[in-house]
């Protein structure tokens, strides 16, 4: 059974830094890309960050590029998010999910890519 499991949430102030995990299990990461998304309110869930399976090649979207790192640990099942500068535009809801596909599939393609998902980890950033 696969499960995706989210946390590292929290509220900071503009300017901080936190770091998202994602701990899976029932899968290896050798085999799906994992990645990050976002959902703010009244908007669309975006894909921020993913990481393919075996080159660990990566895909930042642009507004997220030079402040956030992706990484993962396949031995653990776990990937993170290193957030750094935070904005309060990066105020969301953070998903972690799972795909067997490339990093740019997993984060730009359709939704029909992405296999299993988490529950979400709130980050808020205000003052």
């Known amino acids: 059974q696969v499960q995706l499991v989210e946390s590292g949430g929290d509220l900071v102030q503009p300017g901080g830094s936190l770091r998202l995990s994602c701990a899976g299990s029932?899968?290896?990461?050798?085999?799906?890309?994992i990645g990050w998304f976002r959902q703010a309110p009244q908007k669309e869930r975006e894909g921020i960050s993913c990481?393919?399976?075996?080159?660990?090649?990566?895909y930042y979207a642009d507004s997220v590029k030079g402040r956030f790192t992706i990484s993962k640990d396949n031995a653990k099942i776990t990937a993170y998010l290193q957030m750094n500068n935070l904005k309060p535009e990066d105020t969301a809801v953070y998903y972690c999910?799972?795909?067997?596909?490339?990093?740019?599939?997993?984060?730009?393609?359709?939704?029909?890519?992405?296999?299993?998902w988490g529950r979400g980890t709130q980050v808020t950033v205000s003052s």
């Open positions: 999910a799972i795909g067997r596909i490339g990093s740019v599939g997993l984060c730009t393609g359709s939704n029909y890519y992405r296999d299993f």
């Open positions: 029932g899968f290896s990461l050798d085999d799906y890309a």
């Open positions: 990481i393919s399976p075996t080159d660990y090649s990566t």
